[in-house]
């Protein structure tokens, strides 16, 4: 019998998603995707538009499009399978244990409400906390993102922040719960270059404080060569590489591995 391997906290193996088209035929959008993360460890997903590494983050989380379905294969997460589990089981998953930073953090926000009541409901949806608990928990976790003012940041909306400050506050969300797991998927993709290289420090540092296995999606291999010692390579759905950073030479003979040094938009 096989020992498991304790230090695994995700794992992806062989994982193949469809996507089904309406004349009922379907088209292969991740290939066979293998792909291990340990407690604490921190790694980067890279690719180009139209790679699927957003389509791989959201089957990790049970989200992916109702034309989307896994075909084969399974996630792995604390070496228990979450690839085919109900929607109930999949919710007492998100936010409480693995949590996730998007890209865009205007759109990600909810523009009707405060922030802090944004946090807050988080708080009390996965920690079943009171008002006044999760309201002094949700200030405290603004503090630990950076913000001097977290009681000002607290009642503000959306609209009242820059881009930087609504990233930090996504960044406040997905902590807040302190998960074992964070994905961020492009999250300084819609940032300005100086507010960019803030935003990956800070949600460095604060992986190096609490202690989290994180992955980072990004298009840039520089922008998360810095911080990240293992990658992740997709092109087409399929993993092209898979090992050290410092490995991947530059100049690159792979056209495809030598445009991922390069900073290109990327939506996907």
């Given at each position: 019998m096989t020992e498991k391997n304790e230090n695994i906290l995700l794992e992806i193996k062989n994982l193949s998603v469809i996507l089904e088209k309406s004349?009922?035929?379907?088209?292969?959008?991740?290939?066979?995707?293998n792909l291990t993360l340990n407690k604490?460890?921190?790694?980067?997903?890279?690719?180009?538009?139209?790679?699927?590494?957003?389509i791989t983050s959201r089957a990790i989380l049970g989200l992916l499009p109702e034309n989307m379905k896994i075909s084969s294969g399974d996630i792995r997460f604390d070496q228990q399978i979450i690839s085919y589990k109900n929607e109930a089981d999949l919710e007492n998953l998100r936010g409480k244990k693995i949590a996730m930073i998007f890209q865009e953090p205007h759109a990600a926000l909810n523009p009707v409400f405060r922030v802090g009541t944004q946090i807050t409901d988080v708080l009390k949806l996965n920690l079943n906390l009171?008002?006044?608990?999760?309201?002094?928990?949700?200030?405290?976790?603004l503090s630990q993102v950076g913000f001097s003012n977290p009681q000002e940041i607290y009642k503000m909306y959306p609209g009242q922040l820059s881009g930087g400050m609504a990233?930090?506050?996504?960044?406040?969300?997905?902590?807040?719960?302190?998960p074992e797991l964070i994905i961020a998927?492009?999250?300084?993709?819609?940032?300005?270059?100086?507010?960019?290289?803030?935003?990956?420090?800070?949600?460095?540092d604060l992986q190096e404080k609490f202690q989290f296995a994180f992955l980072i999606i990004s298009h840039d291999i520089p922008l998360v060569k810095k911080y990240v010692a293992d990658v992740y390579i997709l092109?087409?759905?399929?993993i092209v590489y898979s090992g050290a950073i410092k490995k991947i030479t530059y100049p690159n003979p792979d056209p495809y591995i030598q445009s991922l040094f390069e900073t290109l938009p990327d939506v996907l």
């Open positions: 004349d009922k035929t379907s088209k292969v959008i991740l290939d066979g995707i604490k460890q921190r790694s980067a997903l890279i690719g180009q538009s139209g790679s699927g590494k957003t009171n008002k006044q608990t999760a309201a002094e928990q949700a200030m405290d976790v990233q930090r506050v996504l960044i406040a969300m997905a902590l807040s719960c302190q998927d492009e999250p300084t993709s819609a940032l300005d270059a100086i507010t960019q290289s803030k935003i990956l420090k800070l949600i460095f092109k087409d759905g399929e």
